[in-house]
């Protein structure tokens, strides 16, 4: 059973950081891409943060470019993002994502619970 538990969220003054993890289990974990999306209310699930498999490819949306860094830690099946220089428009629920592939004609997505991430001073 495919398992993505986040952990690292919580309150921080703009200007600070956190390190958001994510547990992984349930798959080939070094097979597959890793994503960080994040939602609020007023806004639809949004791609953070990209990661392939194997780590060579990474991108990230343009608001978080220069701030935000993810990585992965394939002999832990762990993904991180690393948050710096955090803004109050950077407050949402932060959700690790994986593409699980299933067969070679398809994947399916995963999220996991989601951890808050609130930016107030």
């Known amino acids: 059973q495919v398992q993505l538990v986040e952990s690292g969220g919580g309150l921080v003054q703009p200007g600070g950081s956190l390190r958001l993890s994510c547990a992984a289990s349930?798959?080939?974990?070094?097979?597959?891409?890793m994503s960080w999306y994040r939602q609020t209310p007023e806004k639809e699930r949004e791609l953070v943060a990209f990661?392939?498999?194997?780590?060579?490819?990474?991108d990230y949306a343009d608001s978080v470019k220069g701030r935000f860094t993810i990585s992965r830690d394939d002999e832990k099946n762990m993904v991180y993002l690393q948050m710096d220089s955090l803004k109050p428009e950077d407050t949402a629920i932060y959700y690790c994502?994986?593409?699980?592939?299933?067969?070679?004609?398809?994947?399916?997505?995963?999220w996991g619970q989601g951890t808050r991430v609130t930016v107030s001073s």
């Open positions: 994502s994986a593409k699980v592939i299933r067969a070679v004609w398809a994947s399916d997505d995963y």
């Open positions: 349930g798959f080939t974990f070094g097979s597959s891409a």
């Open positions: 990661i392939s498999s194997g780590g060579g490819t990474v």
